[in-house]
Protein backbone atom coordinates (compact mmCIF):
# COMPACT_ATOMS: atom_id res chain seq x y z
CA UNK A 1 0.00 0.00 0.00
CA UNK A 2 1.59 3.46 -1.05
CA UNK A 3 1.90 6.33 1.43
CA UNK A 4 -0.73 8.33 0.08
CA UNK A 5 -3.10 5.77 0.44
CA UNK A 6 -2.31 4.49 4.12
CA UNK A 7 -2.31 8.83 4.81
CA UNK A 8 -5.79 8.99 3.28
CA UNK A 9 -7.61 6.32 5.51
CA UNK A 10 -5.85 7.35 8.79
CA UNK A 11 -7.11 10.77 7.79
CA UNK A 12 -10.66 9.43 6.99
CA UNK A 13 -10.73 7.37 10.80
CA UNK A 14 -8.74 10.29 13.13
CA UNK A 15 -6.90 13.77 13.34
CA UNK A 16 -2.96 13.14 12.53
CA UNK A 17 -0.84 15.01 15.18
CA UNK A 18 2.34 16.63 13.26
CA UNK A 19 5.38 17.52 15.72
CA UNK A 20 6.25 21.36 17.07
CA UNK A 21 9.58 23.69 16.77
CA UNK A 22 12.73 22.16 16.09
CA UNK A 23 14.29 25.89 16.46
CA UNK A 24 13.23 26.04 19.89
CA UNK A 25 14.28 22.77 21.22
CA UNK A 26 17.77 23.31 19.48
CA UNK A 27 17.82 26.65 21.51
CA UNK A 28 17.27 24.44 24.81
CA UNK A 29 20.97 22.81 24.13
CA UNK A 30 22.52 26.25 24.18
CA UNK A 31 25.42 25.08 21.01
CA UNK A 32 28.15 27.21 20.85
CA UNK A 33 29.84 28.10 17.50
CA UNK A 34 31.99 25.26 18.09
CA UNK A 35 29.43 22.91 18.00
CA UNK A 36 27.77 23.99 15.17
CA UNK A 37 31.05 23.28 13.45
CA UNK A 38 31.66 20.39 14.81
CA UNK A 39 34.44 18.51 13.29
CA UNK A 40 34.03 18.98 9.76
CA UNK A 41 33.62 22.29 9.85
CA UNK A 42 36.17 23.22 12.18
CA UNK A 43 38.00 25.68 10.05
CA UNK A 44 35.31 27.12 8.46
CA UNK A 45 35.54 30.96 7.02
CA UNK A 46 32.62 32.14 8.36
CA UNK A 47 30.45 32.27 11.52
CA UNK A 48 27.96 29.26 11.22
CA UNK A 49 26.24 29.07 14.44
CA UNK A 50 22.17 29.73 13.42
CA UNK A 51 22.01 27.39 10.63
CA UNK A 52 20.48 24.79 12.07
CA UNK A 53 20.38 22.97 9.12
CA UNK A 54 23.97 21.77 9.11
CA UNK A 55 23.35 20.08 12.73
CA UNK A 56 22.26 17.12 10.50
CA UNK A 57 25.97 16.99 9.84
CA UNK A 58 27.93 18.08 12.64
CA UNK A 59 25.26 17.11 15.56
CA UNK A 60 23.14 15.04 14.16
CA UNK A 61 22.58 12.91 17.58
CA UNK A 62 20.81 16.17 18.63
CA UNK A 63 18.36 16.47 15.95
CA UNK A 64 17.56 12.52 16.00
CA UNK A 65 17.01 12.99 20.35
CA UNK A 66 14.66 16.26 18.90
CA UNK A 67 12.64 13.99 17.04
CA UNK A 68 12.04 10.71 18.88
CA UNK A 69 11.08 13.40 21.82
CA UNK A 70 8.49 13.87 19.03
CA UNK A 71 7.32 10.47 18.06
CA UNK A 72 6.67 9.70 22.05
CA UNK A 73 4.85 12.50 22.33
CA UNK A 74 2.32 11.47 19.80
CA UNK A 75 3.41 12.98 16.52
CA UNK A 76 2.25 11.00 13.85
CA UNK A 77 4.04 13.35 11.36
CA UNK A 78 8.05 14.37 12.00
CA UNK A 79 9.88 17.13 9.98
CA UNK A 80 12.72 17.04 8.71
CA UNK A 81 15.25 19.86 9.87
CA UNK A 82 15.32 21.28 6.56
CA UNK A 83 13.61 24.84 6.94
CA UNK A 84 16.41 26.38 4.52
CA UNK A 85 18.46 23.53 3.38
CA UNK A 86 18.58 25.08 -0.36
CA UNK A 87 21.13 26.36 -2.52
CA UNK A 88 19.71 30.40 -1.86
CA UNK A 89 19.12 30.46 1.75
CA UNK A 90 22.57 28.26 2.58
CA UNK A 91 24.81 31.03 0.81
CA UNK A 92 24.33 33.57 3.64
CA UNK A 93 27.40 31.35 5.18
CA UNK A 94 28.71 30.20 1.78
CA UNK A 95 27.28 26.43 2.11
CA UNK A 96 25.41 26.43 -1.21
CA UNK A 97 27.01 22.83 -2.39
CA UNK A 98 26.28 21.43 0.94
CA UNK A 99 22.32 21.89 -0.06
CA UNK A 100 21.34 18.22 -1.22
CA UNK A 101 23.70 16.57 1.25
CA UNK A 102 21.75 18.26 4.57
CA UNK A 103 18.54 17.52 2.85
CA UNK A 104 19.43 13.69 2.58
CA UNK A 105 20.85 13.34 5.91
CA UNK A 106 18.01 15.24 7.58
CA UNK A 107 15.81 13.01 5.61
CA UNK A 108 17.49 9.64 6.46
CA UNK A 109 17.77 10.75 10.49
CA UNK A 110 14.07 11.51 10.67
CA UNK A 111 13.36 8.22 8.82
CA UNK A 112 15.92 6.01 11.56
CA UNK A 113 14.28 7.91 14.42
CA UNK A 114 10.90 7.04 12.95
CA UNK A 115 12.07 3.45 12.68
CA UNK A 116 13.39 3.25 15.98
CA UNK A 117 10.49 4.02 17.27
CA UNK A 118 8.21 1.51 15.52
CA UNK A 119 10.34 -0.97 16.46
CA UNK A 120 9.44 -0.50 19.96
CA UNK A 121 6.30 0.27 19.51
CA UNK A 122 5.21 -2.22 16.66
CA UNK A 123 2.24 -1.38 14.48
CA UNK A 124 2.41 2.58 15.01
CA UNK A 125 2.41 4.30 11.69
CA UNK A 126 4.63 7.07 11.98
CA UNK A 127 5.78 9.55 8.33
CA UNK A 128 8.25 11.89 7.63
CA UNK A 129 7.64 15.17 6.07
CA UNK A 130 10.31 16.92 3.90
CA UNK A 131 10.48 20.31 5.13
CA UNK A 132 10.87 23.07 2.58
CA UNK A 133 10.52 27.03 4.09
CA UNK A 134 9.81 30.09 1.96
CA UNK A 135 13.79 30.78 1.26
CA UNK A 136 15.40 34.34 2.85
CA UNK A 137 14.82 35.85 -0.53
CA UNK A 138 11.30 36.62 -2.62
CA UNK A 139 10.27 36.38 -5.76
CA UNK A 140 7.03 38.75 -5.38
CA UNK A 141 8.56 41.75 -3.01
CA UNK A 142 11.90 43.89 -3.69
CA UNK A 143 14.41 43.92 -1.11
CA UNK A 144 14.94 48.01 -2.38
CA UNK A 145 12.20 50.16 -0.89
CA UNK A 146 13.54 52.53 -3.80
CA UNK A 147 13.31 50.11 -6.51
CA UNK A 148 9.93 47.72 -6.65
CA UNK A 149 10.51 46.25 -9.76
CA UNK A 150 13.97 45.03 -8.77
CA UNK A 151 14.30 40.85 -7.52
CA UNK A 152 16.87 39.35 -5.59
CA UNK A 153 16.38 36.11 -7.13
CA UNK A 154 14.58 34.63 -10.32
CA UNK A 155 11.87 32.19 -10.64
CA UNK A 156 14.54 29.57 -12.25
CA UNK A 157 16.88 30.27 -9.56
CA UNK A 158 14.59 29.19 -7.00
CA UNK A 159 12.65 26.29 -9.00
CA UNK A 160 16.36 25.02 -9.41
CA UNK A 161 17.59 25.04 -6.01
CA UNK A 162 14.09 23.91 -4.36
CA UNK A 163 14.83 21.03 -7.70
CA UNK A 164 17.90 19.58 -5.37
CA UNK A 165 16.68 20.10 -2.15
CA UNK A 166 13.69 18.22 -3.09
CA UNK A 167 15.99 15.61 -4.84
CA UNK A 168 17.95 14.97 -1.36
CA UNK A 169 14.71 14.64 0.83
CA UNK A 170 13.32 11.89 -1.15
CA UNK A 171 16.77 9.97 -1.71
CA UNK A 172 16.98 10.39 2.46
CA UNK A 173 13.53 8.45 2.65
CA UNK A 174 11.11 11.74 3.11
CA UNK A 175 7.29 10.13 3.39
CA UNK A 176 5.76 13.15 1.98
CA UNK A 177 6.86 16.98 1.01
CA UNK A 178 5.46 19.89 2.92
CA UNK A 179 6.14 23.28 1.55
CA UNK A 180 5.73 25.46 4.67
CA UNK A 181 5.14 29.18 6.23
CA UNK A 182 4.20 30.45 2.57
CA UNK A 183 4.32 34.21 2.50
CA UNK A 184 5.05 34.76 -1.12
CA UNK A 185 2.66 32.23 -3.02
CA UNK A 186 4.92 33.00 -5.87
CA UNK A 187 7.97 30.89 -4.37
CA UNK A 188 5.35 28.67 -3.31
CA UNK A 189 4.57 27.74 -6.93
CA UNK A 190 8.25 27.52 -8.18
CA UNK A 191 8.59 24.93 -5.14
CA UNK A 192 5.47 23.46 -6.24
CA UNK A 193 7.06 23.38 -10.21
CA UNK A 194 10.00 21.88 -9.09
CA UNK A 195 8.23 19.04 -7.09
CA UNK A 196 6.06 18.44 -10.69
CA UNK A 197 9.14 18.22 -12.44
CA UNK A 198 11.51 15.90 -10.09
CA UNK A 199 8.52 14.08 -10.33
CA UNK A 200 7.72 13.50 -13.79
CA UNK A 201 11.75 13.16 -14.11
CA UNK A 202 12.15 10.33 -11.79
CA UNK A 203 8.37 8.60 -12.52
CA UNK A 204 7.78 8.64 -8.35
CA UNK A 205 5.24 10.60 -6.73
CA UNK A 206 4.93 11.20 -3.26
CA UNK A 207 1.93 13.06 -1.02
CA UNK A 208 2.36 16.78 -0.64
CA UNK A 209 1.15 18.96 1.86
CA UNK A 210 1.20 23.22 1.39
CA UNK A 211 0.95 25.42 4.81
CA UNK A 212 0.81 28.86 4.27
CA UNK A 213 1.26 32.27 6.65
CA UNK A 214 -1.43 34.92 7.56
CA UNK A 215 0.92 37.85 9.11
CA UNK A 216 -1.41 39.63 10.81
CA UNK A 217 -4.94 40.84 11.71
CA UNK A 218 -5.64 41.98 7.93
CA UNK A 219 -5.58 38.07 6.66
CA UNK A 220 -3.38 38.74 4.32
CA UNK A 221 0.07 36.93 3.11
CA UNK A 222 3.14 38.77 2.94
CA UNK A 223 2.75 39.50 -0.05
CA UNK A 224 -0.93 40.62 -0.14
CA UNK A 225 -2.68 37.68 -1.11
CA UNK A 226 -6.11 36.71 0.64
CA UNK A 227 -6.27 33.24 2.46
CA UNK A 228 -8.98 32.30 -0.42
CA UNK A 229 -6.70 33.79 -3.60
CA UNK A 230 -3.56 31.57 -1.30
CA UNK A 231 -5.75 28.51 -1.75
CA UNK A 232 -6.82 29.24 -5.06
CA UNK A 233 -3.18 29.72 -6.73
CA UNK A 234 -2.05 26.27 -5.00
CA UNK A 235 -4.99 24.29 -5.17
CA UNK A 236 -3.72 22.94 -8.76
CA UNK A 237 -1.32 21.02 -7.11
CA UNK A 238 -4.04 18.25 -5.94
CA UNK A 239 -2.06 18.45 -2.65
CA UNK A 240 -3.07 16.08 0.54
CA UNK A 241 -3.17 19.02 2.61
CA UNK A 242 -3.47 22.95 2.28
CA UNK A 243 -2.83 24.76 5.95
CA UNK A 244 -1.82 27.18 8.01
CA UNK A 245 1.50 27.78 10.13
CA UNK A 246 3.22 29.95 11.94
CA UNK A 247 3.07 33.96 12.08
CA UNK A 248 0.00 33.67 14.76
CA UNK A 249 -1.10 31.95 17.94
CA UNK A 250 -3.96 29.78 17.74
CA UNK A 251 -6.27 32.23 18.88
CA UNK A 252 -5.66 34.34 16.46
CA UNK A 253 -5.71 31.95 13.51
CA UNK A 254 -9.10 31.08 14.70
CA UNK A 255 -11.19 32.71 11.55
CA UNK A 256 -8.73 31.65 9.36
CA UNK A 257 -8.91 28.26 9.95
CA UNK A 258 -12.40 28.24 9.89
CA UNK A 259 -12.50 29.87 6.54
CA UNK A 260 -9.96 27.55 5.18
CA UNK A 261 -12.44 24.68 6.08
CA UNK A 262 -15.09 26.51 4.44
CA UNK A 263 -13.15 26.64 0.94
CA UNK A 264 -10.66 23.41 0.96
CA UNK A 265 -11.78 20.61 -1.41
CA UNK A 266 -8.74 18.99 0.25
CA UNK A 267 -7.86 18.34 4.52
CA UNK A 268 -6.94 21.04 6.78
CA UNK A 269 -3.77 21.37 8.45
CA UNK A 270 -3.43 23.87 11.28
CA UNK A 271 -0.09 24.22 13.59
CA UNK A 272 0.03 27.62 15.29
CA UNK A 273 3.23 29.05 17.33
CA UNK A 274 2.54 28.58 20.92
CA UNK A 275 0.69 31.81 21.08
CA UNK A 276 2.53 36.01 19.72
CA UNK A 277 5.89 36.02 20.96
CA UNK A 278 6.69 38.81 24.21
CA UNK A 279 9.06 41.61 24.05
CA UNK A 280 12.17 39.13 24.02
CA UNK A 281 10.89 37.48 21.26
CA UNK A 282 9.82 34.23 23.20
CA UNK A 283 6.44 32.27 23.52
CA UNK A 284 4.91 31.84 26.81
CA UNK A 285 1.86 29.90 25.79
CA UNK A 286 1.33 27.08 27.51
CA UNK A 287 1.02 23.90 26.00
CA UNK A 288 -2.58 23.75 27.98
CA UNK A 289 -3.43 26.94 26.40
CA UNK A 290 -2.51 26.25 22.82
CA UNK A 291 -4.01 22.44 23.22
CA UNK A 292 -7.51 23.87 24.32
CA UNK A 293 -8.25 26.15 21.28
CA UNK A 294 -6.84 23.79 18.98
CA UNK A 295 -9.15 21.40 20.30
CA UNK A 296 -12.19 23.81 19.57
CA UNK A 297 -10.94 23.54 16.27
CA UNK A 298 -11.34 19.93 16.15
CA UNK A 299 -14.78 20.31 18.07
CA UNK A 300 -16.13 22.40 14.99
CA UNK A 301 -14.89 19.96 12.28
CA UNK A 302 -12.29 22.39 10.88
CA UNK A 303 -9.11 20.25 10.91
CA UNK A 304 -7.34 16.87 9.96
CA UNK A 305 -3.78 17.83 10.47
CA UNK A 306 -2.63 19.36 14.08
CA UNK A 307 0.51 20.80 15.66
CA UNK A 308 2.81 23.38 16.50
CA UNK A 309 5.08 25.55 15.26
CA UNK A 310 7.30 28.38 16.56
CA UNK A 311 7.45 28.05 20.44
CA UNK A 312 6.05 25.11 20.65
CA UNK A 313 7.90 21.92 22.28
CA UNK A 314 7.27 18.24 22.49
CA UNK A 315 4.89 19.11 25.66
CA UNK A 316 2.86 21.25 23.60
CA UNK A 317 2.63 18.21 21.14
CA UNK A 318 1.46 15.81 23.94
CA UNK A 319 -1.20 18.04 24.87
CA UNK A 320 -2.84 18.89 21.50
CA UNK A 321 -2.47 15.18 20.73
CA UNK A 322 -4.63 13.97 23.96
CA UNK A 323 -7.15 16.95 23.66
CA UNK A 324 -8.07 16.24 19.74
CA UNK A 325 -8.11 12.59 20.14
CA UNK A 326 -11.72 11.55 20.56
CA UNK A 327 -13.27 14.30 17.82
CA UNK A 328 -13.89 13.34 14.47
CA UNK A 329 -11.52 14.89 11.41
CA UNK A 330 -13.19 17.13 9.36
CA UNK A 331 -14.96 15.06 6.37
CA UNK A 332 -13.73 15.95 2.70
CA UNK A 333 -16.13 17.73 1.02
CA UNK A 334 -18.57 15.79 -1.57
CA UNK A 335 -17.00 17.32 -4.64
CA UNK A 336 -13.08 17.06 -2.94
CA UNK A 337 -10.58 15.88 -5.81
CA UNK A 338 -8.80 13.97 -4.98
Known sequence: MNTEKILRELLSERILVIDGAMGTMIQRYKLTEEDYRGDRFKDWHKDVKGNNDMLVLTQPQIIKAIHREYLDSGADIIETNTFSAQAVALADYDMQEYAYEISYEAARIAKEAVHDYIMENPGSEKFVAGAIGPMNKTLSLSPDVNNPGYRSVTFD????????????????????????????????????????????????????????????????????QTLEAFYISVSHAHPLSIGLNCALGAEQMRPHVQELSEIASCYVSCYPNAGLPNAMGEYDESPEITAKIVSEFAEQGWVNIVGGCCGTTPAHIKAIAQAVKNYKPRPLPALAIA
Do not use: C, Q, W
Open 157 to 224: EVANAYYEHIKGLVDGGADILLVETIFDTLNAKAAIYAIEKYFRDTKTKIPVMISGTITDASGRTLSG
